[in-house]
């Protein structure tokens, strides 16, 4: 028997040595791969004359692509997400590039939010600026890609396709008579009055508040997208509201009818539309031919502006790429102060909030940033609660005017299964030596004493948010107040409502970074630098490697490789989005 156990413990060693240098040997071929690519001039592939860049982007869209997606294209495989800078960049690059001739836009399933996707629209309008064509195809297109692809020269339509073009809306489910009758309820704890993450579960109806809030959101929103798809579609507004009340794209030729697609071809027929614009064979180009950020830095220029991306949720943690932790963060921004060659940085924020603590660390960090080197903040699709927060200590903010933004309140929800125990004949007892001992359990109604100091918890966290609001942006707490109380706002309206100091995207915020630092050129450098460890690697790196890895593992090597639970507070403050707000 022992014999036996010899042979697999040493089958086992070897297989797990050989897969460590398989990951090693593909690692060396990533880095070949990346300098190989980037071998051109400025980074770019050799083009022929007559070339059009091919924008299919029916994937994720980060604000910057992460780094086990650059690792796998260095591989050679397909990404599985891209990166908002990546496409700017190539767009850009390929506007100033005399072989490529115009845009096919081949996106019709597009997963990026509305101020993503207006980036991208706006890079579109200034390739067209420049005397080149834009045409868009698609099978079908969902409302957010042909909100896109209405900036092309002609759209086209399978015969046979459709177009979600029927306005915004949004869902929320609500669980109250759940809650009572199965006994699975949730305590909470808020403060704000359109701070409605906790709604679903006080109620089973959509409050005033809040219903009011998401309507002038959605009509905010919607003002903007329809403005510039009528004018890019030589539409009155009216006549596009029209088509979304009829629902005129339901059918192709009804699409045609409401000039919402110039034609209708398959897809064949749309690429000799292309040969007969250019009148030779055309030769596609994907976003990498066209270089990667990076490969436009100039060597030549000594100063820089740091672009720090606050991507995710916020957490009490180490963080990640897509995780706003504060070791992670603080790191990049420490980097960041250190560099003497970064002059200005700007951060960029894409989050709903989240912790209340980290966000009160990471302000205050950000506070002593500013003192040393110019700080401007970026918003994308949402900076909202946490992510508002964040942004606070910034010279100057800039949101989209799709941006959700605001959200200044706070809240706490705990579990609460004491009905569904009772009735499965679970009894749970406690022994304790203080009145408030026991604290938090889910198989007792909150105690009086806890609730008390939870309320008084979240009431210190929402004066100090208010008084940081009062403080960075310059309003008497009277008028903070009615911006606050939970409720989320568009980006135009934060404008008007002085919580941001104006419109614009992120290179908006750099050029306001370099007026600020007295930079006439410049090289843009982005934190943080992240290097995928092995589990990263192992679970998400491979696309043929979607294995449970961890649970294969001797416990030897688990200990070795797979991170201990970390303890977690007892009730954790949220200074988050009061709901997932799903725009469709």
């Not at 929103?221 to 005129?248: C, G, H, I, S, Y």
């Not at 957490?315 to 980097?335: H, M, P, Q, W």
């Not at 797979?562 to 007892?570: A, E, Y």
């Given at each position: 028997?022992?014999?036996?156990?010899?042979?697999?413990?040493?089958?086992?060693?070897?297989?797990?040595?050989?897969?460590?240098?398989?990951?090693?040997?593909?690692?060396?071929?990533?880095?070949?791969?990346?300098?190989?690519?980037?071998?051109?001039?400025?980074?770019?592939?050799?083009?022929?004359?007559?070339?059009?860049?091919?924008?299919?982007?029916?994937?994720?869209?980060?604000?910057?692509?992460?780094?086990?997606?650059?690792?796998?294209?260095?591989?050679?495989?397909?990404?599985?997400?891209?990166?908002?800078?990546?496409?700017?960049?190539?767009?850009?690059?390929?506007?100033?590039?005399?072989?490529?001739?115009?845009?096919?836009?081949?996106?019709?399933?597009?997963?990026?939010?509305?101020s993503q996707t207006r980036s991208i629209r706006r890079a579109l309008k200034d390739f067209k600026d420049n005397g080149k064509f834009i045409y868009a195809y698609g099978d079908f297109y969902s409302q957010k890609s042909y909100y896109l692809a209405s900036v092309a020269d002609s759209i086209f339509l399978n015969p046979v396709g459709q177009i979600d073009f029927k306005g915004l809306s949004s869902e929320i489910l609500y669980f109250k008579d759940f809650e009572d009758k199965y006994g699975l309820k949730m305590e909470v704890i808020r403060l704000g009055k359109y701070k409605s993450a906790v709604e679903p579960f006080l109620d089973n109806k959509m409050s005033t508040e809040n219903r009011t809030q998401i309507k002038t959101l959605l009509d905010?929103?919607?003002?903007?997208?329809?403005?510039?798809?009528?004018?890019?579609?030589?539409?009155?507004?009216?006549?596009?509201?029209?088509?979304?009340?009829?629902?005129?794209g339901n059918t192709a030729n009804r699409a045609k009818k409401a000039n919402l697609v110039d034609g209708l071809r398959y897809e064949d027929a749309y690429r000799k539309a292309i040969e007969d614009r250019l009148d030779t064979a055309v030769d596609y180009v994907s976003l990498t031919a066209m270089g990667t950020p990076k490969s436009a830095y100039n060597k030549a220029i000594k100063d820089r502006i740091a672009?720090?991306?606050?991507?995710?949720?916020?957490?009490?943690?180490?963080?990640?790429?897509?995780?706003?932790?504060?070791?992670?963060?603080?790191?990049?921004?420490?980097?960041?102060?250190?560099?003497?060659?970064?002059?200005?940085?700007?951060?960029?924020?894409d989050s709903p909030g989240g912790d209340a603590l980290t966000s009160e660390i990471i302000w205050e960090r950000l506070q002593a940033a500013k003192e040393q080197k110019p700080l401007f903040v970026s918003m994308g699709n949402v900076a909202a609660s946490g992510g508002y927060y964040i942004s606070l200590p910034a010279q100057k903010i800039v949101a989209d005017p799709l941006t959700i933004t605001g959200s200044i309140g706070v809240w706490a929800m705990l579990p609460n299964i004491k009905e569904f125990s009772d009735d499965l004949g679970i009894n749970a007892e406690q022994v304790s030596t203080h009145d408030n001992s026991m604290g938090y359990s889910p198989f007792e109604k909150?105690?009086?004493?806890?609730?008390?100091?939870?309320?008084?918890?979240?009431?210190?966290?929402?004066?100090?948010?208010?008084?940081?609001?009062?403080?960075?942006?310059?309003?008497?707490?009277?008028?903070?107040?009615q911006v606050a109380q939970g409720?989320?706002?568009?980006?135009?309206?934060?404008?008007?409502?002085?919580?941001?100091?104006?419109?614009?995207?992120?290179?908006?915020?750099?050029?306001?970074?370099?007026?600020?630092?007295?930079?006439?050129?410049?090289?843009?450098?982005?934190?943080?630098?992240?290097?995928?460890?092995?589990?990263?690697?192992?679970?998400?790196?491979?696309?043929?490697?979607?294995?449970?890895?961890?649970?294969?593992?001797?416990?030897?090597?688990?200990?070795?490789?797979?991170?201990?639970?970390?303890?977690?507070?007892?009730?954790?403050?949220?200074?988050?989005?009061?709901?997932e707000l799903n725009i469709r």
């Open positions: 028997m022992n014999f036996f156990k010899n042979i697999l413990a040493a089958v086992l060693g070897n297989l797990i040595a050989f897969g460590f240098l398989f990951v090693i040997l593909l690692m060396g071929i990533a880095g070949l791969a990346s300098i190989s690519s980037i071998s051109g001039p400025n980074g770019k592939q050799s083009l022929n004359e007559g070339s059009v860049l091919q924008l299919q982007l029916d994937k994720a869209i980060y604000d910057r692509v992460p780094a086990v997606e650059q690792f796998n294209a260095g591989l050679g495989f397909e990404p599985e997400a891209l990166g908002l800078d990546q496409i700017l960049h190539s767009i850009r690059s390929a506007a100033e590039d005399e072989n490529i001739e115009g845009i096919s836009l081949e996106t019709q399933l597009i997963q990026a939010g509305w905010d929103l919607w003002k903007v997208v329809a403005d510039e798809m009528a004018d890019d579609r030589n539409l009155t507004p009216f006549a596009l509201n029209q088509a979304a009340n009829q629902l005129a672009v720090v991306y606050a991507q995710g949720n916020i957490l009490y943690g180490e963080g990640s790429e897509t995780v706003i932790g504060k070791t992670v963060f603080l790191d990049a921004l420490d980097e960041a102060l250190e560099n003497s060659r970064v002059k200005a940085i700007v951060l960029r924020v909150v105690s009086n004493g806890f609730r008390k100091a939870a309320k008084e918890s979240i009431q210190e966290v929402y004066s100090t948010f208010k008084e940081h609001v009062s403080t960075d942006r310059s309003m008497d707490l009277e008028r903070v107040e409720r989320v706002w568009s980006g135009t309206r934060a404008f008007q409502n002085g919580l941001v100091d104006g419109l614009g995207d992120l290179q908006t915020a750099i050029a306001m970074a370099a007026e600020a630092a007295s930079l006439d050129s410049y090289n843009v450098v982005s934190y943080p630098n992240i290097t995928p460890d092995l589990e990263t690697f192992l679970s998400e790196g491979f696309p043929f490697l979607q294995l449970h890895w961890k649970s294969q593992l001797p416990s030897f090597w688990k200990r070795l490789f797979v991170p201990k639970n970390k303890s977690q507070r007892p009730i954790q403050i949220q200074t988050e989005l009061p709901f």
